[in-house]
């Protein structure tokens, strides 16, 4: 279980511009340690966002993603109130979910 | 002892990699996913299922910068205008694997995205859109990368 996401979520007219700050080490895989020996791949491979319980967003990353990803996506229809949740999976199967509210 | 079958399968396995590559036939990477693995661009492809050659389209925008002095942090976004869009794509052509993030549209979401990539060197960066019926529209741009985000 990582820390704490950042989630802004602002409403403009009939929609919501979402950006999300994960905390997360997006291990390449490539990277190798002093002794020479490659650190595995860690990193997150499933990112979900649901608005009020239902599901609107879901993508999938590969290990090219920067350190502490960075999300930014609009959601249609969502107004200031609205309970926004983002969750994040990754490949060690370690996940979190933050909420927060649409202003 | 191995079977004729678990033989064949094998080496079906095996030549696919190396007919991804061209190079390298270990596997770097114990990712779930085929796409994601995929080394070259078009093996990322065929693993999502798009069909047909993808088409260069000016109604797919890629907003990326042209030198990237960081290449661990690369901003990338990416949004399309055009109707029926699945998925959108973007892909880093000469990361060891190219494909970088998948995102998945439908009625709720506006096919807008932005997000934060590692570049291991100075390439050409796709965005992909995919559409209803299988058919791949890209916009592509080059990014100078001054540092390399992948090794070290």
Same mark, same amino acid.
């Given at each position: 279980?990582?820390?704490?996401?950042?989630?802004?979520?602002?409403?403009?007219?009939?929609?919501?511009?979402?950006?999300?700050?994960?905390?997360?080490?997006?291990?390449?895989?490539?990277? $190798?340690? !002093?002794?020479?020996?490659?650190?595995?791949?860690?990193?997150?491979? /499933?990112? *979900?966002?649901?608005?009020?319980?239902? %599901?609107?967003?879901?993508?999938?990353?590969?290990?090219?993603?920067?350190?502490?990803?960075?999300?930014?996506?609009?959601? $249609?229809? !969502?107004?200031?109130?609205?309970?926004?949740?983002?969750?994040?999976? /990754?490949? *060690?199967?370690?996940?979190?979910?933050? %909420?927060?509210?649409?202003? | 002892?191995?079977?004729?079958?678990?033989?064949?399968?094998?080496?079906?396995?095996?030549?696919?990699?190396?007919?991804?590559?061209?190079?390298?036939?270990?596997?770097?990477?114990?990712?779930?996913?085929?796409?994601?693995?995929?080394?070259?661009?078009?093996?990322?492809?065929?693993?999502?299922?798009?069909?047909?050659?993808?088409?260069?389209?000016?109604?797919?925008?890629?907003?990326?910068?042209?030198?990237?002095?960081?290449?661990?942090?690369?901003?990338?976004?990416?949004?399309?205008?055009?109707?029926?869009?699945?998925?959108?794509?973007?892909?880093?052509?000469?990361?060891?694997?190219?494909?970088?993030?998948?995102?998945?549209?439908?009625?709720?979401?506006?096919?807008?995205?932005?997000?934060?990539?590692?570049?291991?060197?100075?390439?050409?960066?796709?965005?992909?859109?995919?559409?209803?019926?299988?058919?791949?529209?890209?916009?592509?741009?080059?990014?100078?990368?001054?540092?390399?985000?992948?090794?070290?």
């Amino acid at each position: 279980m990582g820390d704490p996401m950042r989630i802004r979520a602002q409403a403009k007219d009939d929609k919501a511009t979402v950006r999300v700050l994960m905390s997360h080490e997006m291990e390449s895989g490539q990277r $190798k340690d !002093a002794s020479g020996n490659i650190v595995p791949a860690w990193h997150i491979q /499933d990112v *979900k966002a649901s608005l009020n319980g239902k %599901e609107v967003f879901s993508c999938e990353w590969g290990p090219a993603v920067s350190k502490n990803p960075f999300l930014q996506f609009v959601v $249609k229809g !969502a107004k200031a109130g609205d309970k926004l949740s983002v969750t994040w999976t /990754d490949n *060690k199967g370690d996940t979190r979910t933050d %909420e927060a509210t649409v202003s | 002892m191995q079977t004729r079958r678990q033989t064949l399968k094998q080496s079906a396995v095996v030549a696919g990699l190396l007919a991804g590559t061209g190079l390298f036939p270990q596997y770097a990477l114990a990712f779930n996913k085929d796409a994601f693995a995929a080394k070259s661009i078009n093996d990322a492809l065929k693993a999502l299922g798009a069909a047909g050659a993808p088409t260069e389209s000016g109604d797919v925008t890629l907003t990326a910068p042209d030198i990237a002095e960081n290449g661990a942090v690369v901003p990338l976004a990416v949004s399309t205008t055009l109707p029926g869009v699945k998925q959108v794509l973007l892909l880093v052509e000469k990361n060891p694997n190219a494909l970088v993030a998948v995102f998945n549209v439908n009625d709720a979401i506006e096919p807008s995205f932005a997000t934060r990539a590692k570049m291991g060197q100075s390439s050409d960066v796709y965005a992909l859109a995919i559409t209803a019926d299988g058919k791949a529209h890209y916009a592509k741009k080059e990014v100078k990368v001054t540092l390399g985000g992948c090794g070290g």
